[in-house]
C-alpha cells in the first residue's frame, strides 16, 4: 500500500464534492503524499467542483501538511476546484491562509504593474515631499545658526571636538594616498601631449592650476562625502531607529542645535584645510613623476608652480571646499535624519547620502566654474 492510500480515503457520496479523510501520521518525518498524484486520482471526473476534508483521523501534522495543502490549492486553481476549509483544523486554516496571501501579493506585485500615471503621480509627490522637507530642513539650520550666533544653541562642546578630529585628522592618510596620486596621473597625462611639443616643464603649470583650482577641493568633496557623510548618516538613522532623537524631543533638546549643527561647523572648518593639505599633496605627485621618471629640473619645476599658481586659483578652490563642506554635511544629516525605523533604511540612508552628496558636488562644481568664467575669475 502506498503513502497515498495510506493516508488519504476519497469520497464522492456528495454530488459534485469530493470528501477526502485523512488519516494517520501528516509530518515530514513521516512521508507524505504529492498534491499532484491526489489530482491524478479524480482528474477525469468533470463533476467535482469543491473538495472537503476530514482531519478526525489525523493524528500528528506539521509544517509539511500545509505544504500540501498548499500544493493541493495550487494544482486545483488549474482545474477551477474550489477549496473548502471548514474541515481543516484552526491551526491549519490559518497558516494555509497565510500561505495563500503572502502568494497572492506576490502575484500581485509581479504580473500586475502599476499603471503609468500612477507611478508618475507618486514620484511626483514623493518630489514635492522631499522638496518640503529639505527647506524645512535648511530653515531650521538657518534657526540653528541663529541661536548659535545669539548664544543660545546648546551642544557638547567635547563631541564636536571628536567629530572634527575624525572629520580632519583621521581623513588625512586617505587624502594624502588619493591626491598624490590625482598629482601623478595629471603629470603623465600633460607628459604624453607636452613631450610632442618638447615643453614638459609646463607640467608643473597643468598639476598646479588644476590641483588648486579645482581637483584638490574636488577630490577630497568626494572623499569626505564617501567617507564623513556615509557616517553621518548612519550615526543620525541609527539614532533614529533606537528613537534617540525622539528622546532629544522630549527632553526639550533641538536635535538640530545638538546633532546637526556640530557636525556642520566641523566639516565648514576642516575642508578648506584638507583642501590645502590635498592641494600641496598634488604638487608633490607631479612633482615626483615629474622629476623622477620624465628627468625634469627640480628646481625649475617648482619655480613655474610658483608663477602659474595665483592667489584667485586658491581662494576659487577655497570656495569650493567651503561649498562642498555644507553640501556633505547637510546630505549626510539630511538622509539620517529622514531615515525610517527600520535596519534596512539606514543601509538606504547611508547609500542615498553618499549618491546624493557627489551629485550635489558635480554640480555645484560647474555652477561654480560657470561663475568664476563669468566673472573672470
Partial sequence: MNILQEKVVFDYSVPNTLHLKLQGDWRMTAGLPVAARVISEFKNRQDIK??????????????????????????????????????LSQGAQKLLALALTVREKHISHQRMPRPFFERVADAAAKIGESSYFLLNFLGEIAISFGRLIAGKAYFRWDEFVY????????????????SMLVGMILAFIGAIQLK????????????????????GAVMTGILMSG????????????????????????????????????????????MPLLTLYADMMSIAGGFLVSTGMLGLNPAEYLTHTHDAIKISYVWVGLVHSFVFG?????????????CQRNAAAVGEATTSAVVSGITVI????????????VLGV
Fill in 163 to 178: 567629530i572634527v578630529q575624525r572629520c580632519g585628522i583621521d581623513a588625512l592618510p586617505l587624502v594624502s594616498l588619493i
Fill in 326 to 338: 555644507i553640501i556633505i554635511a547637510i546630505t549626510g544629516c539630511l538622509r539620517g535624519i529622514r
Fill in 227 to 270: 567617507r564623513t557623510g556615509a557616517s553621518f548618516a548612519a550615526e543620525l538613522g541609527i539614532m533614529q531607529v533606537n528613537e534617540e532623537i525622539d528622546a532629544l524631543k522630549t527632553l526639550g533638546v533641538s536635535p538640530v542645535d545638538f546633532l546637526v549643527l556640530p557636525r556642520i561647523l566641523a566639516l565648514v572648518i576642516m
Fill in 50 to 87: 469543491h473538495i472537503t476534508f476530514d482531519m478526525s483521523r489525523v493524528s500528528e501534522w506539521d509544517s509539511g501538511f500545509v505544504s500540501f495543502l498548499l500544493q493541493l490549492s495550487r494544482e486545483c486553481e488549474r482545474y477551477d476546484i474550489r477549496i473548502v476549509r471548514d474541515g
Fill in 362 to 373: 558635480v554640480i555645484a562644481t560647474a555652477i561654480i566654474t560657470f561663475v568664476c568664467q
Fill in 196 to 215: 610632442l611639443f618638447g615643453v614638459q616643464i609646463f607640467i608643473a603649470d597643468i598639476v598646479g592650476i588644476a590641483a588648486v583650482r579645482v581637483m
